[in-house]
């Protein structure tokens, strides 16, 4: 059978990469090999942020409103091939059918928040801010911008960057994750579809080499990355010392806090989904729970019911829970991690290791796994798992479980478990973590919010979408205007302007 090879997407035509090795796309429920995909070389880049960059003149003079009737006509399109996306997702990264259309859905509504992008470009305006004199601000889009996704959510992270970006009139460069590469070109060709004129959105899909070309180049003014933490770090530095702006979101640990006073059925349904999800491939999975007081037994023995009931299996195959990791590196890696959270002194509640479906082939398959009694100096609390491994640790009390999730190095994300109002204050007040859910495992802010976390779970100011990613695409300018009547008395003055 021959294998399809992948181009890039630039100028708003096929790109056929320079020469450049070629990545293996798997589709992780089979093992297979499905597509190639021809990783962009640094010409490659220089060729998509020029397309990029003779796009923006044109495309920073159509209106907002015009702009934003492309973006509705798109997001129409992908509401129409929201089946198609999805199961592009599934295929590449191998979550369940329905998991995959919901990580969609969700990429959807930021595209329909950055319709409404002519009143969210409204600036400011004071009148007499001195005696006849007024100021007003404009916010003017940066130029070409790019941004790097993870393998996680093929459509779901590169729709947080690209409409965004495009809305508040700039031009991008997108290098989607080599291991997912065909959801965003897909999207990209949608855009088209849709009107979007050729070469305002290109589509280079590589490794590391093409990620360094975006970092180094001259006429890219700002690089958004989402991905593990060392890249994030790397990214952020690299990016800062050639004066670009960055956004780099990294990894995380989130933990959910629980309360003896929980709804204990509600709590462990909402665990279970919030830590085997997508396998656990989620940067807002709970890997960790911190059990307070007596609950401990009571919570993990209903978690262990739960997860062992769950379905594993092909995503495709309609009524499956959980389906297999990206690769079989990764996965290799889980059982690694699994391995060394027993050998210093996790107790093993479920384990997942050695679980494949029956006609599971060579996929890269893996089963829940629960740990208990961890502590905070073992690897398998230390290190992002990013796998189907939920962790259960204990503390005595809700000031202990805070002080502990405070320490932990992440802040992405949390949770508390409670039926208690004054415990669900404390928490949100004292808790550094940058989004927060009271019962609710996985508190994704809605695009009229923005998504970020604290710690090292990001570096940079901005989060993403929202008010804050229209800040983060756009550079303010202030405008101060005097109109003097032509009888006005007037006279040189060398002091320091004062208006009030
Ligand atoms: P990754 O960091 O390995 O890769 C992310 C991107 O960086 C990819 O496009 C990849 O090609 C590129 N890259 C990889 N190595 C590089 C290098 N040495 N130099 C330059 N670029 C490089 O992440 P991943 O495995 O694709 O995704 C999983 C990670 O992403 C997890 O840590 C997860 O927590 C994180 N994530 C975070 C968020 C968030 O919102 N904070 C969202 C999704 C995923």
């Known amino acids: 059978m021959t294998v399809p090879v992948i181009s890039s997407w630039v100028g708003g035509a096929e790109f056929a990469a320079s020469g450049r090795r070629l990545g293996e796309v798997f589709d992780p429920a089979t093992g297979q090999v499905t597509r190639r995909v021809a990783f962009a070389s640094r010409d490659d880049v220089g060729a998509a942020v020029a397309a990029a960059r003779s796009a923006f003149p044109a495309w920073r003079e159509t209106t907002p409103l015009r702009r934003a009737r492309i973006l509705a006509r798109f997001r129409e399109l992908l509401e129409v091939h929201l089946d198609e996306l999805a199961g592009l997702v599934s295929q590449e990264h191998g979550k369940t059918q329905a998991d995959a259309k919901g990580s969609v859905q969700r990429g959807i509504e930021v595209v329909e928040f950055a319709c409404g992008i002519p009143h969210l470009l409204k600036g400011e305006w004071s009148e007499d801010v001195g005696k006849g004199v007024d100021c007003h601000s404009v916010l003017q889009p940066l130029g070409v911008c790019a941004g790097v996704t993870p393998f996680n959510f093929p459509a779901m992270v590169p729709l947080w960057m690209f409409p965004m970006a495009i809305a508040c009139g700039n031009t991008f460069v997108l290098k989607p994750s080599e291991k ?12 088209e579809e849709a009107g979007l004129p050729a070469g305002v959105l290109n589509v280079v899909p590589g490794d590391a080499e093409a990620v360094e070309a975006i970092l180094a180049h001259p006429d890219i003014a700002a690089v958004s990355f989402v991905g593990s933490t060392p890249i994030a770090r790397h990214i952020y530095e690299t990016a800062a010392r050639t004066g670009k702006r960055v956004q780099a979101l990294g990894g995380a640990k989130n933990h959910a806090v629980v309360l003896p006073d929980c709804e204990l059925e509600f709590t462990a349904d909402a665990l279970v989904g919030a830590a085997f999800g997508s396998a656990g491939e989620r940067c807002m999975a709970i890997s960790a729970v911190v059990a307070v007081g007596d609950v401990a037994d009571r919570l993990v023995e209903r978690l262990r019911q739960k997860a062992a009931a769950l379905r594993i299996g092909p995503g495709s195959r309609p009524g499956m829970d959980m389906g297999p990791v990206v690769t079989a590196a990764h996965r290799e890696k889980i059982r ?11 107790k093993p509640v479920l384990d997942g290791r050695t679980v494949q479906p029956a006609d599971g082939g060579a996929g890269f398959f893996l089963g829940p796994t629960i740990l208990d009694h961890v502590t905070t100096s073992m690897t398998v609390y230390r290190e992002e798992i990013f796998g189907p491994v939920l962790v259960v640790l204990r503390a005595p009390t809700l000031a202990a479980a805070i002080e502990l999730v405070n320490a932990n190095p992440y802040g992405n994300g949390t ?31 809605l695009p009229f919010f923005s998504f970020g976390g604290w710690k090292q779970s990001i570096f940079g100011a901005l989060h993403v979408y929202g008010m804050e990613g229209v800040k983060y695409y756009t550079r ?21 302007p004062t208006l009030g």
């Open 180 to 191: 997912v590469p065909s959801t965003a070109l897909r999207m990209a060709r949608l855009f």
């Open 336 to 346: 690694g991690l699994i391995t060394t959270g027993l050998s210093e002194g996790a």
């Open 415 to 445: 949770a508390l478990f409670t039926g208690s109002g004054g415990a669900a204050r404390r928490f949100e007040h004292d808790i550094q973590v940058g989004m927060v859910g009271i019962n609710v495992a996985i508190p994704v802010p």
């Open 476 to 496: 303010t300018k202030a405008v101060t205007s005097r109109w003097p009547e032509a009888s006005e008395q007037s006279k040189s003055s060398l002091a320091m």
